[in-house]
């Protein structure tokens, strides 16, 4: 089973349908907690890391064989927690942050939410290093998204993240910072790619969630016949 470790409940449809798509037969276990962004836009990621440890651990003990974080402004907070749980703990954008750099060294990342765009600089550039590519990393605050998400208006949202990608200049690709932000992509007509997180996150978690089973069922017992 994977656990997904959410801060909106908009997600929830999202990966359950990406689930249905492309990895049926995977069990989800959804754990929602919206305060958890609140307070790390407030006060830093840093201050959620008890928190989110603590449902980190709970899903575990709840039979995750891993667990897959989707919020990107405290998915470094939830990779450094996973050795305190005993199984893998991944953030959702990091397989998009490695597709980025493969694509070309001049990154665009939008986000809707300024406390994402550290955080996402951040691990673009740590795929960088591990690929051994050159990087050079911008960013955008797409102004007036995030009112229009809170207020409930998703396709007010996602036009708004489009508009904002289709006038992007000098760069190869474009990544968008947050999951919510996933549906742009493909409304978006800009020169160059248009990244998003979900699909390839949800990949990463289960195929980690497969490799955690395998290595909980032990090794298998042969007997002479």
């Not at 470790?5 to 349908?17: E, Y």
Request: with cysteine; proline share 7%; hydrophobic share 50%.
């Amino acid at each position: 089973m994977l656990a997904l470790l959410h801060t909106s409940p908009v997600h929830v449809p999202v990966f359950d349908a990406l689930r249905d798509a492309g990895h049926p037969g995977l069990e989800l276990r959804h754990h929602v907690d919206a305060s958890l962004l609140e307070r790390a836009r407030r006060d830093g990621p840093g201050a959620v890391a008890d928190s989110v440890a603590a449902v980190l651990g709970r899903a575990v003990a709840e039979g995750a064989c891993a667990v897959l974080c989707t919020c990107s402004t405290i998915g470094g907070v939830a990779e450094a927690a996973a050795a305190g749980v005993g199984v893998p703990v991944l953030r959702v954008d990091r397989p998009m942050a490695a597709a980025a750099v493969a694509v070309g060294p001049r990154v665009l990342v939008l986000a809707a939410l300024e406390s994402t765009l550290a955080p996402t600089v951040a691990l673009i550039e740590e795929e960088a290093r591990r690929a051994d590519r050159p990087v050079a990393v911008r960013t955008r605050l797409v102004e007036g998204a995030w009112p229009l998400f809170e207020a409930g208006d998703g396709a007010g949202y996602l036009r708004r993240v489009a508009e904002a990608a289709d006038s992007v200049t000098g760069a190869d690709v474009i990544v968008l910072a947050q999951a919510s932000m996933a549906p742009a992509a493909e409304s978006a007509n800009a020169r160059v790619p248009v990244l998003a997180s979900p699909a390839p996150g949800l990949a990463a978690g289960a195929a980690a969630a497969r490799q955690g089973r395998l290595s909980h069922s032990g090794p298998a017992v042969h007997t002479a016949e």
